[in-house]
């Protein structure tokens, strides 16, 4: 829920309350218990909400009750979601992204607005031109849907000509993975001095950038940043983003970067391990960064990076492939440098 409330933030919403219930299942009709929508309802005269988020998607026959019985508007996880993706997106190519998974997310759900409407307006009258309204404008976004996606091919294939090439420059490629937030564009700025946009909300990047770095043992990699993921990630936005996401097939090395002071960090392990399988990504040599360790000294002294990293290294075993950093502070980042050298030296010996 706390995910959800900064995700709201991002999206331009005040969170004015928050309500849980548990259910061993949620309501076919209205999500939440017939109690909990009374309960719901009645917050509406204290905290004059004007907007009900749910961390769900909901089906389009819940989404229309839940709005009928409060009168505001509903908003669920994959819509908050797109529409943040929608206010994000820089490039041409993730706006394509964001306008596909929108409309593949509205599609199924026209049907049930039309009828909504036609509840409101008493029904009589509205049938005919509602329906033959929703033919067109279903038509409509079925050929808008079939535009984004041969827009998309054209991309994706650009692009794998441009990888074509990059790969015979023979740059290896680092690829920066993880949760949302977690400091994966502060530490691409860190390493390289690239300006890439930071911001503590999530989603700050959605398009993928690339910067070159020259290593301790002086040869080139290529590093780049690119979507965070988050739990529940909605399946039209990873449909969407395959273009973007195939770039990481390319990586000759992962690096995943880790909020070692979020309450969550094992959770958001665990769904970015899970999205790479997705992508058929689990044999990639892997690189663990163990990120914003300096939010875990206590201020009374004054750290430098060796007291930091000799302190914090005592009370954690790291593996030979995690390293502890703070991108902020740019701690550890010579270690993390010495690291990737050595990976790759191991990943790109001819076999
Ligand atoms: N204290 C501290 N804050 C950090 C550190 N690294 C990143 N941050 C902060 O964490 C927030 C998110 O950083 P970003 O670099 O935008 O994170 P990201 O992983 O690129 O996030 P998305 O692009 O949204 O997926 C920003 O407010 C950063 O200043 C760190 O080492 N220490
Ligand atoms: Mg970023």
Not at 99 to 106: I, N, V
Not at 195 to 214: H, S
Request: aromatic share 4%; net charge neutral; proline share 3%.
């Amino acid at each position: 829920m706390n995910e959800l409330a900064q995700l709201a933030d991002t999206a331009g919403a005040k969170v004015v309350g928050k309500l849980i219930q548990r259910l061993p299942r949620a309501s076919k009709t209205h999500y939440l218990g017939k109690g909990k929508l009374a309960e719901l309802l009645s917050l509406k005269d204290s905290t004059k909400y004007n907007v009900v988020i749910f961390d769900d998607e909901l089906s389009p026959l819940q989404q229309q009750n839940i709005e009928a019985a409060l009168q505001v508007k509903v908003i669920d996880r994959v819509a908050l979601i797109l529409d943040i993706f929608a206010k994000r997106a820089r490039t041409r190519d993730g706006q394509l992204q964001v306008e596909l998974a929108q409309h593949q997310y509205l599609f199924p759900r026209l049907a049930g607005q039309w009828s909504h409407l036609e509840r409101l307006g008493g029904g009589i009258g509205t049938r005919g031109p509602g329906e033959s309204q929703l033919e067109t404008d279903r038509r409509l976004i079925r050929h808008r849907i079939h535009h984004l996606q041969a827009q998309i091919d054209d991309i994706r294939k650009h692009r794998q000509l441009y990888r074509q090439q990059r790969r015979k420059t023979g740059i290896p490629i680092v690829s920066l993975v993880g949760y949302t937030n977690t400091g994966k564009s502060t530490l691409l700025n860190a390493l390289s001095h690239a300006d890439v946009f930071v911001e503590d909300k999530l989603f700050a990047t959605l398009d993928p950038t690339t910067r070159r770095l020259t290593l301790p043992d002086k040869s080139a990699v290529l590093l780049t940043d690119t979507v965070g993921f988050i739990r529940k990630l909605p399946p039209t936005i990873v449909t969407a983003f395959k273009a973007t996401l195939e770039e990481l097939a390319e990586a000759s090395v992962l690096l995943h970067v880790v909020d070692l002071t979020s309450h969550n960090a094992p959770e958001q392990c665990q769904i970015v391990e899970d999205i790479l399988a997705d992508l058929n990504l689990m044999n990639k040599p892997r690189i663990t960064a163990l990120n914003k360790i300096d939010l875990l000294l206590d201020d009374s002294q004054n750290w430098d990076e060796e007291a930091a990293l000799n302190y914090l290294s005592d009370q954690r075993e790291a593996d030979e492939n995690t390293v502890l950093i703070s991108a902020t502070k740019g701690w550890g980042l010579s270690k993390l440098l010495e690291i990737i050298s050595r990976t790759l030296s191991r990943t790109m010996q001819p076999v």
